[in-house]
C-alpha cells in the first residue's frame, strides 16, 4: 500500500539519521504514525493504527460502515480515553454511535462534567460563585459531525483519524487537549446514504482503477446519489424537524452534553479549495452576538494549520449562517460555536479538476482532520474564555428576550391535535414549552396568520413559549412569524437580480412553526400569569362500544389520516359523508368518515378496535342512519371511498429529494403502502393494476424525455379510464402542457422583466415563502380543514392560470390577492401580483379520471404538517369524487 507522504518523509528522514536505511519502514515503530499525522505527534504502539486495524492506509479507499463500526470498538477496547455509546438506528436499521474522548481522568467523571455543562447552559437558580467554579471544572465540550451528506464520504474518514490521534496520541499537544476537552464525535451522520455512495464505488471496482473522469458512473453515482438518507431527505436539513431516528438521536444526546464547540463537515465541488467559517451573509439576526469573535479566532487557527502545508482556503463566501436547520446552524443558536467546513469532494475518490490536477479521498480527509484537529487544540487552548462567553450567551438570552417587544409567543390546542404534536416537536428541540390553567384573556396578541392585533382569550391548555429562556435564541428563531433579511443584504441581492446574476439564497427564507404546523398562534409582549409546564396530553384509548349499525371519526387529523389509511389497507368498506351532522348529540363536520357494519366482514369491529388503538384515533359508535341534525347517512350524498392502489413514480429523471418527501409521507404519515414505479415501467408496464399514481417534482422536459409519446399516451389514457393522477411542484408544470391534454390550467410565460440589463429574465423564482391561500371548503380534498383561508409553502416561479371558463371545485386552493398573500419569507416585488389568485391546489375531471395539480410540494421535507391533510385526501380520496 501506497503510504502518506508526509509519514513515508519522515520515515526516511529518521532511518537517514539513525543509520537504518529503508528498513525502518518495516519497523513496529513505524506503524505508530496515521496519514494525518502532524509532525512531532507521537502515538502508544499499544493502540493499533488504523492499517492495523482496517488492512488499508486511512484515505486511500472508502471505509464501509461495517468496517468504521470494527475500528471504533477496537480503538475502545485499547484505549481507556474512549467511550462509545449507540444513539439509535437508522431506517435501515445501521447503528449510530457517538464516541466520547478526553483524558482517563475526565472520563471518570462524565457525570460531574455534564451537571457543569448545564449548570453553565441555565444560570437560573445559581449562586454568585456557582457558574465560576462550574467553568473551573469544567473541559470545553467539543461536537464533531461528519459526512451527513453520504456522498461527502471523506468526513467519515478524517474522523478515524482523529479518533486515532486522540486515542493513541502520546505528545504534548494531544495531551493537552484531553485533559482541556471532551471531544464528541458523531463518525458517521448519514450511514444510509454513505453505503450507498461506498456500495457505488465497490461495484464498480476494476484492477485497472476507477475514473478519474468526473463524468464517470463512479463519480456521477447513480440515481438518487447517495447525498440523501434512506427516504432520500437532505439530513442537513433535519435538525429540528427530526423526522429521521438519525436527527432525534443526535439532538438528544446534544441536548445532554450542551457543547460548545460543533463542527460539521461537508464537501463541496472538486475544483475548489476549503472553506470554513465565517460565513457569509445573511446571518440569522437571532444567531448569538459572540460568534463573529470565534468564528475569527477558530479561522485563525485553521489558516495557520493550512499554512504549514500550503493549502488554500477561503471564508465568508459561499455558505450562509441564516436557515436554523443546518448542521452548525442549529447549533449556533443554543449558543454554541456552530462552523461548517467544506473540502474539495473527491466524488469516487479520484477525480480530475478543472486545472487539471487529480482530488483524492486521501487528501480531502486530510485537510478535514486538519482543520478538526486545530479546532480542538483551539478549545482546548481558550477553554475558560470559551466556556465563560458561552455562559453569558446563555444568561443573555433570557435577559434580552425579557426587555421584549417580542417577549414570546401562545398557541391554543385544536380538535386535530396538530398543536400537541408542535408542543412534542419544541419539547424535541430542547425548548421550554408551558401551559395555561383555566382561560386567559391576552390584553394585546399578534396573530401569525392574520398581522392583526388585539385582546386574546386563550383556553385551558394553551400553550405558551417564553422566549427569555436559555435556549431563547432557539426558541425565536423557530417561531417568530417572519424570520428578518439585512437590508444591505437585500439591497444587493435585488442589484443582482438587476444584472441578470444568480441570487444568493441558498436555502428557504420562510419556516416558522406555527405556520407550517397551521396552528392559531400569537405573539405577546409578555406572559400571562399562573403558568405550568407543559404536559402533552396523551390519548387515552378507550374501548370501543359495539355498534350494530356503525361508526364514524372525524376527519384532518394525523391520528384520523392513519386510522382512515388503516382501515382502507384491511379492506374495510368506508363512506364519505359530505354534510355535517350530530348523532346522539356527537357533532361531526363536513367530511366525516362512516363505517357501515353491514356492508363489512363479520370481524368489522375487532378491525376497528386494533387500528384506533395502532392510530391513536377516536371513533364513535353511531346507533343508527337517522341522525339528529343534518344529512342521514343513508343518503346518496354519502359516498364510497374507493381503495386506492397507489403507484409512486421514482427513478431517474424524477427529483430524489421530493421523491422522498412523498415517499416518507406514505411510510410514515399515511403509514399507507405503495409501489414505486419508474418512466419504464409507464411505458410498457401494466398501469391498470393501479388507481392512483402519484409524479413528484420532475422537470417538464426531461419527463417528457423520459416517456417519450408513447409513454405519456399510456398516462394519459390510463387516467381518462379512470385512473388518479397526483402531480407535485415540478411535475405540475409537465401536467398542465397542453400537449398532455389533461388540464386547462396552464404555466404563466411572463418572466422576462424590461427594469433588468438588457431585458433579461430575472430570477423571480421564490425562496421558500409562506403565503396566504383561500380555499374551498366544500371539496373532499379538504375535509378537516374549516379555515377559509390557510398558510401554504411556495418555493418556485411556477404560476398556473386560471381559465376563463373556471368550474365549481377545480381551483380548490388559491393563493390570495396580492396586497395579502405574503404571509413571511422573501418576495421579489412582482411576485405578490403574479401569483395572487393563482391556483396552488388544481383539480379536473378527465374522461373517467381525475388529475390532482399541486404547484408546490404539500409534504417538503416533513415541515409542513398543516398541509400534509391535503397531500393525504389526494391519496386517499382522489379516487372517490
Do not use: C
Amino acid at each position: 500500500m501506497i503510504r502518506s507522504t508526509f509519514a513515508s518523509t519522515l520515515t526516511a528522514r529518521v532511518a537517514a539519521l539513525l543509520g537504518l536505511g529503508a528498513s525502518l519502514a518495516l519497523a513496529p515503530a513505524a506503524e505508530a504514525q496515521h496519514t494525518f499525522a502532524d509532525p512531532g505527534a507521537t502515538f502508544d504502539p499499544a493502540v493499533p493504527t488504523p492499517q492495523a486495524i482496517l488492512g488499508y492506509e486511512l484515505g486511500s479507499r472508502f471505509t464501509t460502515h461495517r468496517q468504521m463500526m470494527r475500528y471504533i470498538e477496537r480503538i475502545a477496547a485499547t484505549s481507556k480515553r474512549v467511550k462509545v455509546d449507540t444513539i439509535g438506528r437508522s431506517f435501515e436499521g445501521r447503528e449510530m454511535l457517538l464516541l466520547t474522548i478526553s483524558s482517563e481522568a475526565n472520563l471518570a467523571r462524565v457525570a460531574e462534567i455534564k451537571r457543569d455543562a448545564q449548570r453553565i447552559a441555565d444560570p437560573r437558580g445559581a449562586g454568585a460563585g456557582d457558574i465560576d467554579a462550574a467553568i473551573k471544572r469544567l473541559p470545553s465540550i467539543v461536537w464533531l459531525a461528519h459526512s451527513v451528506h453520504g456522498g461527502e464520504a471523506s468526513g467519515v474518514e478524517a474522523g478515524l483519524g482523529l479518533l486515532y490521534q486522540l486515542a493513541a496520541g502520546t505528545d504534548a499537544n494531544t495531551r493537552m487537549s484531553l485533559d482541556s476537552t471532551v471531544v464528541l464525535i458523531d463518525p458517521n451522520q448519514n450511514p444510509d446514504g454513505r453505503e450507498r455512495h461506498t456500495h457505488d464505488i465497490e461495484r464498480m471496482w476494476s484492477p485497472m482503477g476507477l475514473a478519474s473522469d468526473a463524468s464517470a458512473m463512479n463519480n456521477a453515482g447513480s440515481w438518487p446519489g447517495p447525498r440523501t438518507s434512506h427516504y432520500y431527505f437532505d439530513l442537513n436539513r433535519d435538525w429540528y424537524a427530526q423526522s429521521h431516528p438519525e436527527s432525534r438521536g443526535r439532538v438528544r444526546e446534544f441536548l445532554k452534553w450542551m457543547p460548545h464547540v460543533a463542527v460539521d463537515l461537508h464537501e463541496q465541488g472538486s475544483s475548489s479549495s476549503f472553506y470554513f467559517a465565517p460565513p457569509r451573509e445573511p446571518d440569522n439576526q437571532n444567531n448569538p452576538k459572540h460568534l463573529p469573535k470565534w468564528f475569527d479566532i477558530f479561522a485563525a487557527a485553521h489558516g495557520a494549520a493550512f499554512d504549514v502545508h500550503g493549502w488554500s482556503y477561503f471564508r465568508r463566501e459561499g455558505y450562509d449562517s441564516f436557515y436554523p436547520g443546518y448542521g452548525e446552524g442549529w447549533p449556533m443558536l443554543t449558543g454554541s460555536v456552530g462552523m461548517l467546513f467544506e473540502s474539495a469532494s473527491s466524488a469516487g475518490g479520484s477525480v480530475m479538476r478543472n486545472d487539471g490536477t487529480l482530488r483524492t479521498l486521501k487528501q480531502a480527509a486530510w485537510e478535514h482532520f486538519t482543520a478538526e484537529w486545530a479546532t480542538v487544540r483551539t478549545s482546548a487552548s481558550r477553554r475558560t474564555e470559551l466556556l465563560r462567553d458561552y455562559a453569558a450567551v446563555r444568561a443573555g438570552a433570557i435577559t434580552t428576550h425579557a426587555k421584549g417587544p417580542m417577549r414570546g409567543m401562545v398557541f391554543a390546542r385544536d380538535a386535530e391535535g396538530r398543536a400537541d404534536s408542535l408542543a412534542v416537536k419544541l419539547l424535541e428541540n430542547g425548548l421550554e414549552v408551558q401551559m395555561v390553567r383555566g382561560s386567559t384573556t391576552l390584553p394585546s396578541a399578534t396573530s401569525y396568520f392574520q398581522g392583526t392585533t388585539s385582546a386574546v382569550t386563550l383556553k385551558d391548555g394553551g400553550y405558551v413559549v417564553d422566549f427569555a429562556q436559555p435556549m431563547g435564541h432557539l426558541a425565536k428563531a423557530l417561531l417568530e412569524p417572519d424570520a428578518a433579511l439585512d437590508s444591505a443584504f437585500l439591497k444587493f441581492e435585488l442589484e443582482l437580480r438587476r444584472t441578470g446574476q444568480r441570487n444568493r439564497f441558498y436555502d428557504m427564507t420562510a419556516w416558522s412553526l406555527p405556520l407550517a404546523w397551521r396552528v392559531e398562534a400569537w405573539t405577546v409582549p409578555a406572559m400571562p400569569a399562573g403558568l405550568v409546564a407543559a404536559e402533552v396530553p396523551s390519548m387515552n384509548i378507550m374501548g370501543v362500544p359495539r355498534s350494530n349499525y356503525g361508526y364514524a371519526f372525524a376527519p384532518g387529523s394525523e391520528s384520523s389520516i392513519r386510522l382512515l389509511a388503516s382501515l382502507l389497507s384491511d379492506s374495510v368498506r368506508v363512506w364519505y359523508a359530505p354534510n355535517s351532522f350530530t348523532s346522539k348529540g356527537q357533532k361531526f363536520p363536513n367530511g366525516a368518515f362512516v363505517i357501515r357494519v353491514a356492508f363489512n366482514r363479520p370481524e368489522v369491529h375487532d378491525i376497528i378496535v386494533r387500528r384506533v388503538a395502532e392510530a391513536r384515533a377516536t371513533i364513535v359508535p353511531i346507533p343508527s342512519a337517522g341522525v339528529d341534525e343534518g344529512t342521514d347517512l343513508g343518503s346518496n350524498s354519502v359516498i364510497p371511498v374507493q381503495r386506492p392502489k397507489v403507484a409512486l413514480l421514482g427513478g431517474a429523471p424524477v427529483n430524489g429529494t421530493s421523491f422522498g418527501f412523498s415517499w416518507y409521507a406514505m411510510d410514515q404519515r399515511l403509514k399507507y403502502p405503495s409501489t414505486i414505479i419508474d418512466a419504464n415501467f409507464v411505458g410498457s408496464g401494466d398501469l391498470a393494476q393501479f388507481t392512483t399514481i402519484v409524479v413528484p417534482s420532475v422537470q417538464a422536459a426531461a419527463l417528457d424525455r423520459a416517456l417519450g409519446d408513447g409513454g405519456r399516451d399510456r398516462l394519459v389514457n390510463w387516467v381518462r379510464n379512470g385512473g388518479t393522477l397526483i402531480a407535485l411542484d415540478a411535475a405540475s408544470a409537465w401536467l398542465a402542457q397542453e400537449r398532455v391534454g389533461l388540464v386547462r390550467t396552464r404555466v404563466r410565460r411572463d418572466s422576462a422583466r424590461a427594469d433588468s440589463a438588457g431585458g433579461a429574465p430575472l430570477p423571480s423564482s421564490l425562496p421558500g415563502v409562506m403565503a396566504r391561500a383561500s380555499i374551498d371548503t366544500l371539496s373532499p380534498l379538504m375535509a378537516g380543514i374549516t379555515n377559509k383561508e390557510i398558510p401554504v409553502f411556495a418555493n418556485s416561479d411556477r404560476v398556473f392560470t386560471v381559465p376563463r371558463d373556471l368550474r365549481a371545485g377545480e381551483a380548490i386552493v388559491r393563493f390570495a390577492a396580492a396586497p395579502r398573500v405574503r404571509i413571511s419569507g422573501f418576495y421579489w416585488p412582482e411576485m405578490p401580483a403574479r401569483i395572487a389568485g393563482s391556483p396552488y391546489l388544481w383539480t379536473e375531471r378527465a374522461g373517467r379520471g381525475r388529475v390532482i395539480l399541486f404547484a408546490h410540494d404539500p409534504v417538503y421535507r416533513d415541515q409542513l404538517r398543516g398541509t400534509l391533510a391535503l397531500f393525504a385526501n389526494a391519496v386517499l380520496l382522489g379516487g372517490s369524487f
